[in-house]
């Protein structure tokens, strides 16, 4: 893996329904993820916070909670990306709410044509302004990405798609919406929910999805939002949803992604100190980026 990583901060919480969550990267930061890493031979750079904008008043623009500044964030944080990548480096994306993935993947798309992506999280984050029910862009990053939805999220960076849905893998769904479903059906996307990760086990579930994305592809990149840990093991998440990847189940999927050696970007989101427990999400959070960054116990 590239040991040279630039890591960017988003404190953007205007995507999602509750706040607190743009304090996300201060916490993973806080938690000793540069120690961390530094710690397994890598050498870090902060380029510290995308700058995001705080409106005064509520805005909602076609069923889209905050559009202008979360499009402003996300054009940001697309440039930064794609700068890192044009350096030879790796970006590693700490959040903020997942619609910050917009940004991430219209980056990373700008130098892997053919992106693979691994998503990790409760959700499919596939709704639009037509079909979702909160108007939260945190639900929509994926469907942007791949084509749908405003265009102005679509075209962040200047072209779409980011991805084509035969290179996503979903793991870890336990909550989709019915017009979710209705796409992942009509793509053909593959999608392991916590159905297939008990009956088949991480390893197999892993093993398969990083033949998927790997397969014809010019990078990968790994999404993982925090709620996709059960609550218990990630208490300081904005949307918890029972019945989660247990903390073992997620480092041994980290694990299991170092030693593929697949990964070209990442991104953690969706920590939120203000719902957390003495920093546990954050804690969890670098101990996971240090599994799939290389760490070992022997």
Do not use: C
């Amino acid at each position: 893996m590239n040991k040279k990583i630039s890591m960017i901060g988003v404190p953007l919480d205007l995507g999602a329904d509750r706040r607190g969550v743009d304090m996300g990267p201060s916490a993973i930061r806080y938690a000793g993820v540069v120690k961390r890493l530094e710690g397994l031979g890598y050498s870090i750079e902060d380029l510290g916070d995308i700058p995001v904008s705080r409106p005064s008043t509520f805005s909602e623009t076609d069923n889209h909670k905050y559009l202008d500044e979360v499009v402003e964030a996300n054009t940001l944080l697309a440039e930064a990306v794609h700068r890192v990548m044009s350096e030879g480096r790796f970006p590693l994306v700490l959040g903020g709410d997942h619609s910050i993935a917009i940004g991430t993947l219209a980056g990373v798309a700008q130098e892997k044509k053919n992106l693979g992506v691994i998503w990790f999280d409760a959700h499919g984050d596939l709704n639009t302004g037509e079909t979702s029910p909160s108007g939260n862009i945190h639900g929509m990053p994926l469907a942007a990405s791949l084509g749908y939805g405003h265009q102005r999220l679509v075209q962040i960076g200047g072209f779409a798609p980011k991805v084509k849905p035969e290179n996503i893998v979903i793991i870890g769904a336990r909550d989709l919406d019915r017009e979710e479903r209705d796409l992942i059906k009509r793509l053909g996307m593959k999608v392991y929910t916590m159905h297939e990760i008990d009956r088949m086990g991480m390893t197999r579930v892993m093993e398969e999805a990083i033949d998927h994305v790997s397969r014809g592809t010019d990078g990968v990149h790994l999404s993982l939002d925090l709620d996709g840990l059960d609550p218990h093991d990630a208490p300081g998440v904005g949307t918890p949803v029972i019945g989660g990847i247990s903390y073992r189940e997620g480092h041994l999927a980290m694990e299991i992604l170092a030693e593929a050696d697949v990964l070209t970007s990442a991104e953690f989101v969706e920590v939120n100190p203000i719902l957390d427990r003495e920093n546990m999400t954050a804690r969890v959070a670098v101990a996971l980026m240090s599994s799939v960054f290389g760490d070992k116990l022997l």
